[in-house]
């Protein structure tokens, strides 16, 4: 059994949520997986081709200003914030949880983690939950995205 085959898939925003209260050190990565993020076990710098240090992903842990507000917002934001990159990577590429130690930062000041141990896939439609959690709030804003030149 793959690395991948064998990890549970978490099913909603709630079950998210209560996965990153119980746990530290957990962050997000969006890639085909990590039976093949394992292999290399470093991220390429998309502009400059230069291998980083470690895998980029984005923390679920939550911050101390988050002060006591839902969890489950706190984890949409974080699965919101990059939902294009399979629309710009591939359709093979999804969120995946991972825990693991930060070794540095990427050139988009996003965590490069090691140690990496998989945790789970996100399922699709919890990314569908992220956005209707975003839509919902006062002051929505869109995904993080880059336009080219």
């Keep these: 059994m793959s690395v991948s085959d064998g990890l549970p898939v978490v099913r909603t925003l709630a079950g998210l949520g209560s996965l990153t209260e119980r746990h530290g050190q957990l962050y997000v990565r969006w890639s085909r997986g990590p039976e093949v993020d394992l292999a290399r076990a470093s991220s390429t710098d998309d ?78 439609r919890v990314i569908d939950e992220a956005r209707a959690e975003v839509d919902r709030q006062e002051n929505s804003w869109g995904p993080l995205r880059r336009t080219s030149r």
């Design 47 to 124: 502009l400059t081709g230069v291998s980083l240090p470690g895998l980029s992903a984005n923390p679920l842990d939550v911050e101390e200003w988050w002060q006591g507000r839902p969890v489950q917002l706190w984890a949409a934001r974080r699965l919101y914030d990059y939902s294009h990159l399979p629309h710009e990577k591939g359709p093979d590429v999804r969120p995946w949880v991972l825990q693991g130690r930060e070794r540095g930062r990427g050139p988009d000041n996003e965590p490069l983690v090691t140690d990496v141990r998989p945790m789970c896939w996100i399922d699709p």
